[in-house]
């Protein structure tokens, strides 16, 4: 992040806070942990950062766990892992629930103020009444009576669970997030991941994120602007309990195009086995989108290429992964392999006796080293690419040199069998149309690997789902794709996680080295042509 110190970004944007003095800035990055870390996540981690970082002010990671009915321990270690990943360095890192005793202290205080009231109304009715701007039957009960109600709230029993701390700001403000938000609430039952069985009542997000913040410090609080709304309820809650104020900054929420991004909605395609798990490769999590090729620096330069745009951006993924390629075609090493079905053995009349000889890995970066390419007296070719051979036609054989077809086999159905040519290795490749990949047959000094090759598509078949869409209408029935593909003997000695580019198909991570059957899985990873899927 640091090269992009002062710059505007590539939008435009000036990467700069307001009123932030250099050594002051305390900024803080607030998961909740109940699912993994997903693109937009990655956005908002990513700005706190670089404004802590740009200012020499303090990152502060917040784990906000003040519900347990949502949380777990398994989503905090995975969030704390993918931030890693991320190159994202908390100063500190906190929880909501580290303040619970003083939350909920705030909370008495509030009641003791007169700007606090425990509520029964139904949620149904509640929901109705913000609507029409009408007040609770409880607003106006005296504070002895709210303490009690709290109080028994707190013990979690079957009256207090009836009840909600409601903060008594206004009943029909024009602006809906106004109106008497829900502070405290009654979850005697589930067991909270850090605290225990210990509380029996929790503070809500409006009422704990201007709390903490205040507490920890922070001095300017980052976030979406679809909470727009609630800024003024913020700042009224920090009023009401005469705590330091907090600049907010707000900054468009991420999306993307055919693709989902909540936790609650992400879950849903886990458990119902969907997809593996949440590093599926269809998955907008860092973890998916690593685990199909995406770089961290690719990550970052996106975001920072947006900065705090105000717009709500809802991006095509074709923009990402062309970012993605640029960083790694120079890099990855490029290798053959050749669709297995239908695969024809081309006889060279004229080519030398079985060889091998080292080549670079790649032809533009020497720092890749050489690989071993064997070359042979008969060679395999790819079915379309046979088909597409005309009798007498010049091609290149990439790497090696030219051959003229002299014949074809075929079946009935049109396949070729086999095909016969003569060399003439020095012919100019200018000169010819087809340039295609080949691979010498196995033998004892080098056998060719099969391998899987995978290739997604989107989740989901609608490209923006509106709010009264149901997104589980929308799932794509077939998002995975599976072929079989002949490798180069050298793709035998990769590592898991290596990228590589299979020359003419594009570019694959090695996900497994024992997938499917036991061959290697290789997923493609998309190169922002819109041919491809996601
Ligand atoms: P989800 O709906 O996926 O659960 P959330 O906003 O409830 O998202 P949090 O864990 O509370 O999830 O979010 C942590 C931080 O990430 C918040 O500051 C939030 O504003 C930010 N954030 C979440 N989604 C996006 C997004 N799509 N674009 C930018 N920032 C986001
Ligand atoms: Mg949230
Ligand atoms: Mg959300």
Known sequence: AEKFKNKKTAAGFDLFLKDAQQGQVVTRFPPEPSGYLHVGHAKAAILNQYFARQYNGKLIIRFDDTNPSKEKEEFEQSIIEDLALLGIKGDVTTHTSDHFDTLYKYAIQMIQLGKAYADDTLQEQMRAERMDGIPSKRRDASIEENMTRFAEMSTGSADGRKWCLRAKLSFDDPNKAMRDPVIYRCNPDVSHHRTGTTWKVYPTY?????????????????????????????????????????????????????????????????????VGGWDDPRFPTVRGIRRRGMTIETIQEFILAQGPSQQIINMEWDNIWTINKRHIDPVVPRYVALDKEGVVKVSVKGAPKRHSKEMPRHKKNADLGNKVTVFDEVVYVEQTDARSFAQGEEVTFMDWGNVIIDSKQTDAAGNVLSIEATANLDGDFKKTKKKVTWLAPSASDASLVDVNLLDFDYLITKKKLEEEDNFADFVTPTSEFHSVALADHNVAALQQGAAVQFERKGYYILDKLAGKDGRADFIKIPDGKAATSA
Not at 245 to 274: E, M, P
């Open 206 to 274: 409006d009422f704990a994120c201007p709390i903490v913040d205040s507490i920890e410090g922070v001095t300017h609080a980052l976030r979406t602007n679809e909470y727009r709304d609630r800024n003024p309820q913020y700042q009224w809650m920090l009023d009401a309990l005469s705590l330091r104020k907090v600049d907010i900054w707000d900054f468009g929420r991420l999306n993307f195009v055919y693709t989902l991004l909540s936790k609650r909605k992400l879950q849903w395609f886990v458990d119902n086995g969907i």
